[in-house]
């Protein structure tokens, strides 16, 4: 496809500004981008997008997803997962092994690229599981699911409970030139609980999730991952403790790196309007202390970037009640205009500062080698109307998933163009 995008507004970092340009894409990459002020280029033999007001981007990355194919085809599928990528302005994603079966077999990488293929119009980055099945007891054959594409190792949806089999994981990865991704989570605290430990399981008599369930498989991944050298990436920070570890990690030069969700960013536990399984996730919203601290994590670069984990569930498992309903929020939908509106629109960030989360640091982070808008780069790009302003609308999303909190929000700062290797992903 060749592709004249006009007048788009681009971030330039150095000025910390916005400047209208015209990006000249042709098959997969960006050829060329002109200032807007030289004039309209000759556009002939090409299609033309008027991108005039609104932000255009490189595409969105998002490293933690959940597309539930195959086996739980009735929650998402990687057609309906990838268009709702699409539609939040995410390019390239990254999806959990945590499947039925499990992402832990050569065969299983390769299905899920091969669907992704086929059906997907962004692209899919699959994790394999670090243990067969998820089960903890055994590796899987990580050289082997390396060859077949798997971009790290990851039991996300439970944490890898046994030191000595995460010390092994983390030394073979670290051979291998590989992430391990840890979903930090040390069952023997959990209390079967549904909601974290503090005011608002206090208001309704229930057990909590206590905050150094997580942190404390923090603190002893960054002592495995010094004493191994792998490239060790927390999953979806959520407590004060666990970002304080990753600074001091990070401080004794471990390879330590980050991600947060936009509702960890935005909610506390004291939010939670009653006993609504839309405010089940897991890890659970904290506590405002907490909330504060993953936020200055963010700001200080202890946590590199933002993901959405992503994680749809049917409206009849949602519905069995707090107890019984499964733990997950979805995300692509409402990631960028969430945070587009309560932290750049109210000053507290600039746009760049939220673009490079979401952008240019996943892809350095994992090496991918995506997330810029420089000529020669990979035509993966965003459009964005700003000042649209719309209530999120679950019914509308694209996802199957319904399951969010943020219904009824009133934000700006909507994708409305989505390229993915030079090709329209979405479009509004
Ligand atoms: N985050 C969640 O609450 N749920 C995820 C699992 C996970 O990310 O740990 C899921 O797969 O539903
Ligand atoms: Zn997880
Ligand atoms: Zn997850």
């Known amino acids: 496809m060749k592709v004249w995008i006009l007048n788009g507004n681009v971030w330039n970092d150095r000025r910390q500004a916005l400047e209208p340009k015209h990006v000249r894409v042709d098959g997969e990459i960006i050829a060329e981008i002109r200032d807007a002020s030289e004039g309209l280029p000759d556009t002939a033999g090409h299609e033309v997008v008027d991108a005039a007001g609104r932000l255009l981007s490189a595409g969105f990355i998002d490293m933690h997803v959940h597309l539930r194919e195959p086996g739980y085809e009735h929650k998402e599928t990687i057609a309906t997962g990838t268009a709702s990528a699409a539609r939040g302005g995410f390019t390239t994603i990254a999806c959990m092994p945590n499947t039925k ?56 949806g439970v944490g890898v409970q046994n030191a000595k089999m995460m010390k092994d994981a983390m030394a073979l990865a670290a051979s291998l030139g590989l992430p391990i991704v840890a979903h930090c989570e040390e069952d023997t605290l959990l209390e079967g609980a549904a909601f974290s430990e503090g005011e608002f399981v206090k208001r309704h008599g229930l057990k909590g999730i206590p905050n150094e369930s997580e942190s404390i498989h923090v603190g002893r991944d960054t002592l495995l991952a010094e004493a191994t050298g792998v490239h060790y990436h927390v999953c979806h920070v959520s407590t ?152 999120v609308d679950p019914a509308k999303f694209l996802t199957k998933g319904r399951n969010t909190p943020f219904a009824g929000w009133k934000l700006k700062g909507w994708p409305v163009w989505t390229m993915a290797a030079g090709r329209v992903a979405w479009s509004e």
Request: hydrophobic share 40%; aromatic share 6%; glycine share 8%.
């Open 101 to 156: 079966p499990p992402t832990d077999t050569p065969e299983r990488v390769r299905y899920v690229l091969d669907k992704a293929k086929e059906a997907g119009p962004v692209r899919v980055l699959p994790y394999a599981a670090i243990t067969k099945s998820q089960l903890g007891r055994e590796l899987t054959d990580f050289a082997a699911l390396k060859e077949a594409g798997a971009i790290g190792f990851t039991d996300d």
């Open 240 to 391: 004060e403790q666990s970002v304080r570890l990753i600074r001091l990690a990070k401080q004794h030069g471990v390879r330590v790196t980050a991600e947060v969700c936009p509702h960890h960013l935005l909610l506390s536990d004291e939010d939670i309007p009653g006993l609504d399984a839309n405010w089940k996730m897991n890890p659970p919203l904290r506590s405002p202390r907490d909330v504060k601290a993953v936020i200055e994590g963010l700001e200080d670069g202890t946590i590199d970037i933002i993901v959405t984990d992503h994680a749809p569930h049917s409206e009849e498992e949602k519905a069995r009640g707090v107890d019984k309903a499964p733990f997950g929020i979805v995300g692509f939908e409402t990631a960028f205009p969430l945070l587009y509106t309560k932290f750049v629109a109210t000053g507290r960030w600039s746009l760049g500062f939220l673009l490079e989360r979401m952008t240019r640091k996943p892809a350095d982070v994992f090496g991918l080698g995506l997330g810029r808008l420089e000529p020669g780069q990979p035509a993966d790009l965003t459009i964005v109307d700003l000042e649209k302003e719309a209530e």
